[in-house]
């Protein structure tokens, strides 16, 4: 192997791939690697179904004729487009928020305008979904100077399981903001460890405009920041951008988003709660968002010393989120993927630096969970499976202790005050 690195060819290239990524190349990668994915998918002989009929003059027929919600996203999101506020949420199913709708509208009209095919419509849709997930799923791993090759591993390997797990279907289904929001929530949890108090308020406050579920990691990014005046003033601007976008159609006199109701799919552990009662409403998620914050706020305080504590928080929620529901669609998974793999990257990152035990323990519970991602609900009881992701969400959040949040001089956030290694600030 050492004569093989000698060849001139072999020898550049081996430089160029073990040589530290920059941070501020982030996005690059990001792009590189959701292009990619995306070629390689479109390829291959996958289902795009949802854009495939994507025309703006017949929005409402296709979505009562096709499996999919993007059109009745689209069909709401032409409301506001067209200054018809009252009948944006008029319909209890529309469980969306405005930003979400206004996407769905936009890009349907677009498509519509352009002429493209289905295939150029889904690869671009796809690309606007992928592309903020893989960045913000390096912030952590980019703060420890990891080798060029790891994100080309991780870029080719995401291909793959791309087409194995027939992730085309899930993204198919066009609920991007279940990418979008814990990429936005990872970057409020990295503006945090930056004490960037407007950045954290901005993107809770756009996360929030997206889907009323990203309030759930609030509490505890806010928290994330250092000191009561910065929290307050992250929430202050995160509150008004969320107030801007939402208050608008609260008073159209037609709002109707939290008359909604959902059929149980089964006995779940919230409901058990409920009597696993056959109806689920809003007062029932409220319970269920007081454990999903509870479990996150334990998390980060439990690791804020040691690690990057707001990412692994982040984690939980979108996990706890998924094990507390009481109904599951196949594109719930997306929002696992993210932070789950800003783990999973920055314990590898950890590990070519410092190759002990624990970091390689440390490899372990994220890398369990990402192949548990996209497994499909266990044909066992919730008093099984709960208890078994549990125990993995424990070990995860253990294991991440061991985890540094950044080396000195990289792009790193404030090092956790009983670090012996504090890392400046930038």
């Known amino acids: 192997m050492s004569k093989l690195r000698t060849l001139p060819g072999v020898s550049a290239a081996y430089r160029w791939l073990s040589a530290p990524t920059s941070g501020r190349f982030s996005w690059l990668w990001a792009m590189i690697a959701a292009a990619f994915v995306v070629v390689v998918a479109s390829a291959a002989d996958v289902e795009h179904s949802p854009l495939d009929a994507a025309t703006w003059s017949s929005i409402h027929a296709a979505h009562d004729s096709i499996s999919s919600d993007y059109f009745g996203f689209a069909e709401a999101g032409s409301h506001i487009l067209h200054g018809d506020l009252g009948e944006v949420f008029s319909d209890p199913w529309i469980q969306t928020g405005p930003l979400a709708l206004l996407w769905a509208a936009v890009s349907a009209l677009v498509f519509d305008f352009s002429g493209v095919s289905s295939e150029l419509a889904f690869a671009s849709a796809a690309f606007a979904m992928l592309a903020p997930a893989f960045y913000a799923a390096t912030l952590w791993s980019m703060r420890l100077r990891p080798p060029r090759w790891l994100y080309i591993g991780a870029a080719a390997t995401f291909a793959l399981l791309f087409l194995a797990w027939d992730l085309a279907s899930e993204i198919g289904w066009q609920h991007p903001t279940y990418l979008w929001i814990p990429a936005l929530w990872l970057l409020a ?4 460890g930056r004490s960037h108090q407007w950045r954290v308020g901005a993107f809770l406050g756009l996360a929030c405009g997206l889907e009323t579920w990203a309030v759930l990691a609030i509490p ?7 000191g009561w005046t910065s929290r307050i ?15 608008p159609f609260v008073l159209s006199g037609s709002f109707h988003m939290f008359d909604k109701t959902w059929p149980s799919r089964g006995a779940s552990a919230i409901g058990a709660l409920w009597g696993q009662p056959s109806e689920i409403t809003w007062q029932m998620r409220i319970t269920q968002a007081v454990l999903i914050v509870g479990a996150s706020l334990i998390a980060w305080r439990v690791t804020r010393n040691s690690t990057d504590g707001a990412t692994v928080a982040v984690a939980v929620v979108v996990w706890a989120r998924v094990l507390t529901d009481f109904i599951f669609w196949p594109y719930y998974r997306l929002g696992l993927y993210a932070p789950t793999v800003a783990i999973l990257l920055a314990a590898v990152a950890a590990l070519v630096h410092r190759r002990t035990g624990r970091t390689a323990v440390a490899l372990a519970p994220p890398g369990l969970l990402v192949s548990l991602a996209k497994s499909q609900q266990l044909p066992l009881s919730w008093t099984v499976t709960l208890p078994l992701h549990l125990a993995l969400l424990t070990g995860l959040v253990a294991a991440s202790r061991w985890i540094p949040a950044g080396f000195p001089g990289a792009h790193s956030v404030r090092e956790p005050a009983t670090s012996p290694k504090a890392v400046p600030v930038t």
């Open 220 to 226: 505890v990014l806010l928290l994330a920041l250092p």
């Open 189 to 192: 949890a990295d503006s945090a």
């Open 233 to 247: 003033r992250a929430a202050a601007l995160g509150g008004a951008i969320a107030l801007s976008v939402w208050v």
